[in-house]
């Protein structure tokens, strides 16, 4: 897998230097390993900072909103999730394509510095990334892992593809998950109401209202959200009693429904660790029942099945029961 | 000083809790947070950083204020603040002790916040030394010792023992009330205490180099062209502020009920972009602005109006919990000085 960073770098140096492109969207070394932050770099000596390694969990995609109207063209890389991400925004003509050179890159599922640090790990050293597992160097000491222990929870059940790109990079089949991403909801669909409801007041009453996962969230590209607008009357910054944010999060996930790619930002940003992705999974997975198998940003043209309507869209009563 | 088995710490609290209303940090769905003490609670010490901070039962993230009541021409004024009973915070460590010097010097300044103020005296503070600082901390940069934190009763654990020893008044009037704790006898905590100084001497961002950041500087900081790089990948959520444990900028705002009208106060973010709208005009309307207000505050204009008090303590909770990774140490590392990487 390392292979891989030397393989970007170059094709972002070459890239850069025969003037195809302005600028390179990628991930930036940290101070403790583990660490790498969006960046933006714009010459060869820029790109030292460059690293793509098992902790480029980032989306780079949303960025691009900004950065794809800019002069020249922007390079970026794109892991299989993020460029359904890619895809999604071009379909919502928020990124202009023609201004971004993508080369997809293969990605076997990224670290979670949580769960490492659960296992006893706060920096990292070095990391030597196989298909099926991974070994942290870590204050000297080598830790194996097999990758379910440690991967993040949207990389443990992830299905995706590499899509279409003007380049590639990949030296390897992509893994294949041993999770199904829906099993969890099952789980959940098959809890009582009061089981479930305690469940996510449980989850949700730890919101501390940061709105991280709003503000990395792909689909939650609107040049001004409503919370945020003091015009609206619900500009809201407390909530009026502990649980008040299940209503927050539960619009959220209306909103971003049938446009969500499943990308699973949403889980990896909560400070609270609240498994936010699972609204939005329940939301793909009645999609999917009533209209039959649809993945956003799998292209960036089709009409998803919440935005276009057809003579045979199934009433949800067939497929769920009760009045029409 | 005085002693328990960290076997029989249910023990301590269950008495604790019998006595006054404990806070103490517990673990539930998968995070650990300050929370009332309860039978079967599952209470984490081993975690250094609760996701919120200590600030909160000082300085809430939401709290009423007053009501309005309309009834026909007249308006009637209710204080809603809530009185304030004696508590204790337990499992207090030595950054967020220090954080509440940070904010008694914005909230008990004239005019005194009496809501805040309510609160600090009705408080009683156990400490706890961090018996293994983390990679991640760095109050050592800010000049506190994880070892030995004190409030009203500091608490250290050696050999599976936890010693407490009483620092004030309030502090030793309720450790003598607590029937499970027995004498300490000759058990001292100074080799453990040696023990975490050492370790804290040798975490990597133990002794950044803050040299850089003073008022004579303010100007040349503020035109730094690195801030750019810095802010370029901050999302504009509020994590950082509302994690951190010396944020103390708030909002008023009203909240219309059946009844009338709710004033309540809760926590504002700098790193929102709404956070300076005025009348007029949106003073900083770029990520970089709020992202560079946020750094400068904390490090140069702080200090510059407190007598060189750094707005941080070196928590970490920052570099745990940004969602894209930026944090106060790479900013001190690119603009603090020499010898920072």
Known sequence: MQKLNELALEKAKTLLANGTVARVLGWKKGELGYDLEPAVFYSESDLEGFIYNAFSGANLSKYLIEESKKEGKVLVFLKPCDSYSFNQLVKEHRIVKENVYTVGIECQGKLDVKKLKEKGIEIVDGVIENVDDVTVISLGKEYNFVKEEVLLGKCSVCEKHLLSYDEVISLHDKRTPKLDRFEIVKKLEAMTADERYAFWKGELSKCIRCNACRNVCPACNCLKCVFDNDASGIASKANSDSFEEKLFHIIRAFHVAGRCTDCGECSRVCPQAIPLHLLNRKFISDINRLYGEFQAGEDDVTKGPLTAYTTGDAEPSEVFGGNK | ?341
């Open chain 2, 1 to 341: 000083m005085k002693k328990i088995s960290c076997e029989n710490l249910s023990k301590l609290y269950s008495e604790i809790a019998s006595l006054q209303e404990l806070y103490l940090p517990v673990k539930e769905s998968g995070v650990t947070n300050y929370k009332k003490y309860e039978n079967g609670a599952e209470v984490d010490i081993k975690t250094l950083k609760t996701v919120k901070s200590a600030k909160d039962f000082f300085f809430p993230q939401t709290e009423d204020m007053m009501e309005f009541k309309v009834n026909g021409k007249n308006i009637e004024i209710n204080d809603a603040r809530k009185v304030a009973n004696p508590f204790v915070i337990f499992g207090v460590r030595a950054c967020d002790l220090k954080s509440f010097d940070i904010l008694d010097k914005v909230f008990l300044q004239e005019p005194v916040d009496t809501m805040y103020k309510a609160k600090r005296e009705a408080s009683t503070i156990i400490t706890l030394a961090c018996n293994n600082p983390e990679q991640t901390c760095f109050c050592k940069t800010f000049g506190i010792d994880a070892s030995n934190p004190a409030g009203d009763i500091s608490a250290i654990i050696v050999n599976g023992e936890m010693l407490f020893e009483a620092k004030t008044e309030k502090g030793a009037e309720l450790l003598n009330k607590l029937t499970c704790l027995e004498d300490a006898g000759d058990t001292d905590a100074d080799a453990e205490r040696a023990e975490i100084v050492k370790k804290s001497e040798n975490l990597p961002f133990a002794n950044l180099n803050l040299d850089e950041f003073k008022g004579e500087n303010l100007m040349k900081l503020f035109d730094r062209p690195e801030w750019a790089e810095l802010s370029k990948a901050c999302l504009g959520c509020g994590t950082c502020t509302f994690v951190c444990p010396t944020c103390q900028c708030f909002d008023i705002r009203d909240f219309i009920t059946n009844e009338g009208v709710r004033r309540f106060r809760c926590w504002d973010s700098c790193m929102y972009s709404e956070f300076t709208k005025m009348a007029a005009e949106n003073p900083r309307k770029t990520q970089l602005q709020r992202y560079r207000q946020r750094f400068m505050h904390k490090l140069v204009y702080f200090p510059q109006n407190n007598d060189g008090v750094y707005g941080c303590v070196g928590c970490g909770r920052c570099v745990q919990k940004c969602p894209q990774n930026l944090n106060i140490i790479k900013v001190i590392k690119k603009l603090g000085g020499k010898n920072n990487d």
